[in-house]
């Protein structure tokens, strides 16, 4: 088998070849697995990678082709496969979990070592999941210094599974927050299977980012591990050139960074920052937060016109806790801005505390006393009756009827919620 390994790892070197799951990707000498899942067998589709010239063919149908390499069970190669391509790897592994930003985090660490002119790789999108986790491993360049993933959970036991396979030197816990609480007993549950991130066995170090109980945290790590409230420091931000200088100070130190967005984005360059003076005690660029570092919706302002009036969208689509969506919201209340108005999805996996977390953020839009308030999802639509001066509706659909109708009496809309209530589809229905 490891003479296969070997080969692999050739191909992928000649060809710049990508190992890819679906046919409907694969480009001129790429590596297909047929990977077997609870719906479909991939390798059922070997001919279609065979007619796409594939390089390489590996799946669980034996074939003659010279391109067909036949294994028992795919799912057990891939583990294997990447336990071999992590042996072989010589640089460092920088693993990020937390409630939210991961994929923003991965983002901007990779992009803030390209600009220091460090080599490095970072995972795929935002697969976080172990086979997300497996498609990437197996798409590593082994020349990279560095390489940066992401580990996303769902339920107990999963970090440990995903630490298990990729080992990381280096760990970053963005958050934790009572998103995705779910599958999980309680918040401190929830916590225990986030901070199992640090039982890598080749950890070096880490840092935790975090918002509340600080000290139930402490108790669960090590000398190891540095903790971090990036909110609660003292920060004096200047806005000049079109970029935010921040000056702060961490552990008696000061420090003085720059940001090319503000707000939410401080924060993250902050932690960035931190967290990779933990590996790279000399970092020479000053900007710590890049604009591409904000992929699909996540944050981003999408300027459009609607009937010929200019219209703003603060697009937070993608995810929402009840920590984030009451931070962003109190964030925008505090903008200087003419005719908001805000869309707000409701948020799923929160188990038996969700009616909980959904009356509260009804009651702090209420506290605020904001105006033109749309709540979208079932989970806040069932307070309807009890809070009838807001707009409730179950879907997306009758938001954008909503829209149609006021749209003269709106300029700056913010738009949050859990991305499957599917807010981006508002977004996109005003933007060609």
């Known amino acids: 088998m490891l003479k296969i390994y070997k080969t692999i790892a050739d191909l992928k070197s000649k060809y710049k070849s990508n190992i890819v799951f679906d046919t409907r990707l694969i480009k001129k000498n790429d590596i297909f697995i047929g990977l077997k899942t609870e719906n479909n067998d991939g390798s059922l589709y070997y001919k279609d990678a065979i007619k796409k010239k594939a390089a390489l063919v590996i799946v669980n149908v034996y074939n003659t082709h010279p391109k067909l390499l036949y294994v028992k069970d795919t799912r057990l190669f891939i583990k294997k496969f990447c336990k071999f391509i992590l042996a072989s790897y010589k640089g460092k592994i920088i693993a990020i979990t937390g409630s939210v930003g991961k994929t923003t985090f991965k983002e901007n660490i990779f992009h803030i070592l390209k600009n220091n002119k460090i080599s490095s790789y970072r995972s795929y999108k935002n697969y976080n999941n172990i086979q997300g986790l497996q498609f990437s491993i197996m798409n590593m360049n082994l020349v990279n210094k560095y390489s940066v993933f992401e580990l996303g959970i769902n339920n107990p036991r999963e970090m440990l599974k995903l630490v298990n396979t990729l080992q990381p030197h280096y760990c970053l816990v963005t958050s934790i927050e009572n998103s995705h609480i779910g599958n999980f007993r309680n918040f401190k549950h929830l916590v225990d299977n986030k901070l199992k991130i640090f039982k890598s066995k080749r950890l070096i170090s880490g840092l935790i980012n975090y918002n509340y109980e600080p000290d139930y945290i402490k108790i669960k790590i ?76 996540r944050g981003r302002e999408v300027l459009t016109y609607i009937r010929r009036k200019k219209i703003i969208f603060y697009d937070h689509s993608y995810n929402a806790s009840p920590y984030s969506l009451s931070k962003q919201i109190l964030i925008f209340n505090k903008r200087n801005l003419k005719q908001k108005a805000y869309i707000l999805g409701s948020m799923k996996e929160l188990g038996a505390q969700s009616d909980t977390f959904h009356m509260q953020i009804i009651e702090l839009v209420s506290k605020l006393d904001l105006n033109k308030i749309i709540f979208i999802g079932d989970e806040f639509y069932k307070f309807k009756k009890k809070f009838d001066k807001y707009i409730f509706y179950k879907n997306y659909t009758s938001a954008i009827n909503y829209l149609n109708k006021e749209i003269n009496y709106v300029k700056n809309i913010f738009v949050m919620g859990s991305r499957l209530n599917k807010l981006d589809k508002i977004i996109k229905q005003y933007v060609r």
Do not use: C, P, R
Request: proline share 0%; net charge positive; charged share 30%.
């Open 222 to 297: 090590n000398h190891k591990i540095d903790l971090l409230n990036s909110e609660n420091l003292e920060k004096n931000i200047i806005f000049k050139d079109k970029k935010y200088i921040v000056n702060f100070i961490y552990n008696k130190s000061k420090y003085s960074i720059e940001s090319s967005k503000g707000e939410f984005y401080i924060n993250i360059a902050i932690i960035s920052f931190l967290f990779i003076k933990k590996f790279i005690k000399t970092i020479k660029v000053k900007n710590f937060f890049y604009d591409e570092s904000i992929i699909e919706s």
